[in-house]
């Protein structure tokens, strides 16, 4: 597998776009959050209408679920006619489109499908295998493990860990995790302290630091980020990841 990080901001973050990132397996590419920013980066990165078999939706912030009329809106106009599975804990497809552009859904000639996401519950997704568990955030949010049967790549949406999520990120072979603040804690969100004491503690090979917040990223040069333990990096956008 290889993930590319098409996004690693925070939702307000005017030079990192938001966090967004795309899975590339055998026969799978797996769209990771759909936030505002997120359809630009995509179609920067390739713009074939039938990249993506699937879009996974942590949660129901705008800087993870926005962008999505404009994604299929696209697909629709270049003339996509495969079908897209949608997997989120809520179904939210239609509603959206809906709001954005009225009436268009009956024009598609390509089926979108809904899987739901929930805690403790596994998904087949072709060759993948997709498991989910809750973080510790404003609005309710899913982890995300997929596996090929080899490696294993785990992203947080937004969220403190929780006990269900460092059992989910034990032993993987990345993961890619909200960092909001460097060592101060708050409610909803991880800080970088922190996360580097978990992927220690769970065995975690790499971990991504993404959605820092974007006055600390000014800092981020003067603070202690590494692990003796642990791989850690903090990507910039369209770096890649191989596994």
Known sequence: MKLIFLGVGEAFDENFPNNSHLVVSDKTNLLLDCGCTTPT???KFNNDQNLLDA????HL???HCFGLPALVMRMWEEGREKPITIISEEDIFERFLEFGYKGFLRKFK???NYKKAEPGKIIKFKELELSFAETKHS???LAIKISDGEKTICYSGDGMFTKETEKLYKDSDLVIHEAYLYNKK???HACITDLIKMAEKNNIKCLALT???RNLRKELNKKNISSKKVKVIIPNSFEEYLL
Do not use: E, T
């Open 41 to 43: 980066q995509l179609w």
């Open 55 to 58: 879009i996974y939706i942590s």
């Open 61 to 63: 912030h705008g800087d």
């Open 110 to 112: 390509f089926k979108v």
């Open 139 to 141: 609005r309710k949010n």
């Open 186 to 188: 708050i409610i909803g």
């Open 211 to 213: 959605h820092i917040n």
